[in-house]
C-alpha cells in the first residue's frame, strides 16, 4: 500500500463519524420517544452524508473549505430538527460534534494506516470494519456517558452570546491546527510526513475535546450556582413578603378587634332605628374579613391575604378552596415560596386580559388519599409552549425569567413531590401531588 494512497482519511470515515456524533447528541437531548420516521431521518442522513463524502473525496483544495462548511451545515441542520434547541443551542453543541468526529475518524485511520501494511489484503476490508466498530463504539459510548452526566446537573442551558463565540473560537482553532498539514506540508507547524500529520491531527483534536468539555462543565458550573443563588433569592424575597404582610395583617386585626367593640358600644348608646341598622350593617360587612383567608395555617392566610388584595386592585377574582391543615409537614419559607410564586404567575397572566370577567384564578389545596393535591388554574388565551410539562418562558432573555416555575419545582421535589402544567380550553393549569408522611 502506497504512502500516497493512505495519506488522506477516506470519506467514509468522516461520514460515519459525523454521523456518529450528532447522532449521540440527538439521542441525549431529543425529548420525544423516537418513531419510525425518525429512525428513517436517521438512515437518511446517514446515506446523504456517505455519499457527499464519496463524491467529495481528493476535491480541490479551493473547494475543501466549501465542502467542509457544507457537511457542517448538514450536520447542525439534522441536530436543529431532531433536539428543541435554539440556533444558539444548535450551534453549541455543533462546535462538539464537529470535534468529536474529527478526533474519532483521525484517531480510527491513525490506527489502520499503523497496521495496514501488517495485514494480508483480503482481510483488510474486514480489519477495516471491524476497527471501525470497535474505536467508534467506545469512543463514541464514553462520550455519550458524559453528556448524559453533564445533563443530570443542568437540563436546559441558558447560554450568552459569549459563550457561544468562545466554542466556536475553540473549535475554529482545534480544526485549523489539526488539518494544518493537508493545506501546506511547508508551514513552521506543519509536517510533509504522513505518520507526523497523523499525530498532529490526532492529538489537538483530543486536546480540543478536553478543552470543550472542560468549557462545557464551566458553563454548568456557573449556571448551577446563579440559578442556585436566584431561586435561593426568590424563596428568601417571598418570605420576607409573608413577614411585611403578616405585620400588617396582625395591625389590621387590633383595629379590627377595636373596631367591633366600637360598633358594639355605638350600638348600645343610639337612640334611633335608622342608626342601629347602618351600625349593624357595618358590623355584617366587617365579619367577612374576620372569615376570609382562615385556612388552618398562618402562612398562607398571610399569603392570600395579600394575594387577595392584589388581585382586588386589579380587577381579579380569586376563589379559594383549601385546607391549610394539610400543609403542617412543610416549611414557612417554602410554603410562602410555593404559593407566593404560584399565585404571582397566575396574577401575572390574568391581568393581561382586557375583559375583567376573565380575570379568574382558582386555588385548590386539598386531600387526595394520601397525598396533598394543590392547583391553580388560571384563564389564558396565550399560546405557551411547553417541555416536559413545564411551560416555556416567552420572554426574550431566557437566563433572567422563568425562574418562578423553578422555584416551584424545587419545592416540590424536596418533598417528593411532582409538579404539571397544561392548557386546558384556555384555562391553565399548574396540578401539584405531593405525598402526606
Not at 452526566?149 to 452570546?161: A, Q, V
Request: proline letters at 2%; hydrophobic letters at 45%; a neutral charge.
Amino acid at each position: 500500500m502506497k504512502g500516497a494512497e493512505i495519506l488522506n482519511t477516506p470519506g467514509y470515515y468522516y461520514a460515519f463519524a459525523y454521523w456518529m456524533s450528532a447522532f449521540v447528541i440527538i439521542f441525549i437531548y431529543h425529548d420525544k420517544p423516537r418513531q419510525k420516521k425518525h429512525w428513517a431521518g436517521d438512515a437518511a442522513v446517514f446515506v446523504i452524508l456517505q455519499v457527499f463524502m464519496y463524491l467529495t473525496d481528493g476535491v480541490a483544495k479551493f473547494l475543501f473549505i466549501p465542502s467542509m462548511l457544507l457537511i457542517i451545515f448538514l450536520v447542525l441542520l439534522y441536530v436543529r430538527i431532531n433536539c428543541d434547541f435554539t440556533l444558539r443551542e444548535t450551534g453549541y453543541y455543533g462546535a462538539t460534534v464537529l470535534i468529536n468526529a474529527e478526533f474519532a475518524a483521525s484517531l480510527c485511520w491513525q490506527i489502520y494506516y499503523n497496521f495496514a501494511f501488517d495485514i494480508p489484503k483480503d482481510y483488510q476490508v474486514f480489519w477495516c470494519v471491524g476497527e471501525m466498530v470497535l474505536v467508534y463504539g467506545l469512543i463514541y459510548a464514553a462520550i455519550y456517558f458524559l453528556e448524559r452526566h453533564l445533563r443530570k446537573d443542568i437540563e436546559e442551558l441558558r447560554l450568552t452570546g459569549r459563550e457561544l463565540l468562545s466554542v466556536f473560537v475553540i473549535a475554529l482553532m482545534v480544526y485549523s491546527v489539526s488539518n494544518m498539514s493537508y493545506v501546506d506540508t511547508e508551514w513552521l507547524f506543519s509536517s510533509a510526513m504522513s505518520r507526523d500529520i497523523f499525530i498532529i491531527r490526532t492529538l489537538t483534536d483530543f486536546c480540543g475535546i478536553c478543552l470543550l468539555y472542560a468549557y462545557h462543565i464551566q458553563v454548568r458550573a456557573m449556571q448551577m450556582r446563579f440559578e442556585m443563588d436566584t431561586l435561593q433569592n426568590i424563596m428568601e424575597m417571598q418570605y420576607k413578603s409573608y413577614q411585611m404582610s403578616q405585620d400588617n395583617i396582625d395591625m389590621v386585626n387590633q383595629k379590627y378587634h377595636d373596631l367591633k367593640h366600637q360598633i358594639t358600644l355605638l350600638k348600645a348608646e343610639t337612640e334611633t332605628q335608622k342608626s342601629v341598622e347602618y351600625l349593624e350593617q357595618m358590623e355584617r360587612e366587617i365579619k367577612s374579613y374576620e372569615a376570609q383567608n382562615k385556612t388552618g395555617n398562618k402562612v398562607l392566610d398571610a399569603v392570600l391575604t395579600i394575594k387577595s388584595m392584589a388581585c382586588q386592585g386589579k380587577g381579579i377574582e380569586l376563589k379559594c378552596v383549601v385546607e391549610g391543615d394539610l400543609l403542617f409537614f412543610m416549611d414557612d419559607m417554602d410554603v410562602s415560596a410555593l404559593f407566593g410564586n404560584m399565585l404571582d404567575n397566575a396574577i401575572e397572566s390574568v391581568e393581561k386580559l382586557p375583559d375583567e370577567r376573565m380575570r379568574l384564578i382558582r386555588l385548590y389545596v386539598v386531600r387526595e388519599k394520601q397525598f396533598l393535591r394543590i392547583c391553580t388554574e388560571n384563564y389564558c388565551t396565550e399560546q405557551i409552549q411547553f417541555k416536559k410539562g413545564m411551560p416555556v418562558t416567552t420572554k426574550k432573555d431566557k437566563r433572567l425569567h422563568g425562574f418562578g416555575m423553578k422555584s416551584i419545582q424545587t419545592t416540590v421535589r424536596k418533598y417528593d413531590g411532582s409538579v404539571m402544567a397544561a392548557l386546558n380550553s384556555n384555562w391553565f393549569e399548574v396540578k401539584i401531588l405531593i405525598p402526606i408522611p
